[in-house]
């Protein structure tokens, strides 16, 4: 998913067909405790946090449980929504928080501040990185794996605030403003993590090529 999609491709594209009023009252029936209401938005929304969780957290069961999670929080907060933000907004900030407290509980590495800027952090150095497809050149297969690999050992370098916002933003498409509010913190401090994300991964991958 290429980082020029914004916020209303993200999450609300799973619900793209639904209307404003449809799902506020949808919403509104799930407060209310219309079982039935709560596993639409369930189903409107679970792809798009599956998703998310299986970016972010990079292990399919450590995804399902993230997911199981956060729909768990949903209904029992739901109570709690005022329609102050959009529903989408609220529903990833909660599976968000539930991903970074995993990624806390598995010991993602701390933060480092930095004080320099670069123009082109909001690049996806993954996307500047070789292709490593087998079908591209079966005499790149073992390259390939070997590019996964540093991928992987590079995200895990990553804060959990610094994964989420680099995730959220060149995975899920979303823009640094929609992330800071997601994340819980400013547009300018998405916008530090994302460039402190990018500056580590472009490190790790030069650093093996």
């Not at 799902?23 to 799930?30: C, F, G, H």
């Not at 189903?43 to 299986?54: G, P």
């Not at 997601?182 to 998405?190: P, Q």
Request: hydrophobic letters at 35%; aromatic letters at 8%.
């Amino acid at each position: 998913m290429e980082a020029a999609r914004t916020e209303s491709v993200g999450l609300a594209g799973a619900a793209q067909d639904v209307s404003n009023e449809s799902e506020r009252a949808l919403i509104e029936a799930a407060q209310g405790g219309d079982a039935d209401a709560f596993e639409q938005l369930v189903r409107l929304y679970d792809r798009s946090v599956m998703r998310v969780t299986m970016n972010v957290l990079r292990s399919p069961e450590d995804a399902r449980d993230a997911y199981q999670e956060a729909f768990l929080k949903v209904y029992r907060k739901l109570d709690t929504f005022r329609f102050q933000c959009s529903f989408h907004t609220w529903l990833y900030r909660i599976a968000t928080n539930v991903c970074l407290d995993q990624l806390r509980r598995k010991g993602v590495r701390k933060e480092h501040t930095v004080d320099d800027r670069d123009d082109e952090f909001g690049l996806n150095p993954l996307q500047t990185a070789a292709d490593g497809r087998p079908e591209s050149a079966p005499d790149r297969v073992y390259e390939g794996r070997d590019l996964g690999r540093r991928i992987e050992g590079a995200l895990e370098e990553l804060s959990p605030k610094e994964r989420m916002v680099f995730e959220l933003r060149h995975y899920e498409g979303l823009r640094l403003r929609a992330i800071g509010e997601i994340v819980g913190i400013s547009e300018e401090a998405a916008k530090n993590s994302l460039f402190r994300a990018t500056r580590k991964l472009r490190g790790a991958l030069a650093e093996g090529s």
